[in-house]
C-alpha cells in the first residue's frame, strides 16, 4: 500500500513534478524514503490501519516537501532579480516581486564552514539558536516527522534594532540532499495546541529555503544562498517591511559568522 501513499504525496496533486529540475526530484525522492522509514519504524502503517498520528506525519511531510520545492522554483527563476544590497565583504542580496506584490529577498555569501555543519546548526540544533542569534528568543521543536521535517514553534526578540517588532512563527522545516548540496526548506503551519499567542502577532515564513553547497577546492566553505519570504502581518507600512527584511539577513548572516569563529576557537583550545 505504501507505494500509492508515495505517488500521492509526491505527484499527483501538483502538476509541475513533471518538469522539475533533478534538484527537485532528488527531494521528492527524499519524501519517499522517509515515508518508508516512517513505516518501517511502525509510525505510518498502511492506509486501512492509519491513526490520526500516521495523517499528521504524512502532511508535514509533504507540506514541507512542496515549501522546498516551491522555493527552490523561485531562487532557480531567472526573472525578475534585482540587486537590493552589496556588503563589502561579498554578501549580496537580491529582491522580486511575487504574484499578489509580495517581496523576497534572495541572500549570498560564503562562509566558513562545510555544509555539514551548517547543517548540524541551522536544522539538527535549530532549539539552539538563540543563544548565538540575538534577534530569536527562543525556537522549539513541536514535533519530529522521521528524519528530515520537524515542527518549530519561533518567538522573535523584542530589541531596539528590531523595526518590524516581536513576532511568533509556527513552520515546518524540511531537509534534503542532493549529492553534496543540502537543502533546507520551510513554510508557515498549523499546530493544534499551540494556537495564536496573546501579546504576539504571528508572522509567517514561506515557501522559503536555504541552499547549501560546498565551495569548489574548498571542503571546509560553503556557498549559502538563503530566500527569505515572509508575511509578518500587522498594519506595518509595506515600504518599512521591506527595508527591515534584507537587514535582518545581514544581520543573521554577520551572527551565524560570530557563531562559527568561536565554535573554531572552542574546539582550537580542546586541542591544546
Known amino acids: ?11 499527483i496533486s501538483y502538476p509541475h513534478v513533471r518538469s522539475m529540475t533533478g534538484l527537485r526530484r532528488a527531494a521528492v525522492a527524499a519524501l519517499g524514503q522517509e515515508l518508508s522509514h516512517l513505516q518501517s519504524e511502525g509510525h505510518i502503517t498502511c492506509p486501512t490501519q492509519s491513526a490520526a498520528v500516521g495523517h499528521e506525519d504524512v502532511f508535514y511531510l509533504r507540506q514541507g516537501e512542496e515549501a522546498l520545492n516551491e522555493a ?5 527563476s531567472t526573472d525578475g532579480w534585482k540587486l537590493d544590497l552589496a556588503e563589502k565583504n561579498g554578501d549580496v542580496i537580491y529582491s522580486k516581486v511575487l504574484k499578489g506584490n509580495r517581496k523576497v529577498f534572495r541572500l549570498e555569501a560564503e562562509l ?11 536544522f ?13 528568543t527562543s525556537i522549539r521543536v513541536l514535533k519530529q516527522v522521521g528524519r528530515n521535517t520537524v515542527v ?26 542532493s549529492g553534496s548540496r543540502v537543502y533546507l526548506g520551510g513554510a508557515a503551519t498549523r499546530f493544534e495546541s ?28 560553503s556557498r549559502f544562498i538563503w530566500l527569505l519570504n515572509m508575511d509578518v502581518k500587522g498594519w506595518l507600512p509595506k ?5 527591515a527584511l534584507p537587514r535582518a539577513q545581514l544581520d543573521f548572516t554577520k ?11 572552542t574546539q582550537e583550545k580542546s586541542r591544546t
Open 194 to 221: 499551540v494556537p495564536p499567542q496573546p501579546g504576539f502577532v504571528r508572522a509567517e515564513d514561506g515557501p522559503t529555503c536555504i541552499i547549501l553547497h560546498a565551495l569548489p577546492h574548498h571542503s571546509g566553505k
Open 112 to 122: 566558513d564552514a562545510s555544509p555539514e555543519e551548517l547543517y548540524e546548526i541551522l
Open 255 to 265: 551572527h551565524l559568522r560570530h557563531h562559527l569563529t568561536a565554535q573554531t576557537q
Open 239 to 243: 515600504s518599512l517591511v521591506n527595508k
Open 124 to 136: 539538527l540544533r535549530v532549539e539552539e539558536m538563540h543563544r548565538w542569534n540575538p534577534s530569536i
Open 152 to 177: 518549530t514553534h519561533e518567538v522573535s526578540a523584542e530589541t531596539a534594532g528590531n523595526l518590524i517588532g516581536q513576532r511568533d512563527f509556527l513552520s515546518v522545516r524540511h531537509s534534503s540532499r
Open 72 to 76: 527552490l522554483e523561485i531562487v532557480e
Open 1 to 11: 500500500m505504501l507505494p500509492a501513499v508515495v505517488k500521492l504525496c509526491c505527484g
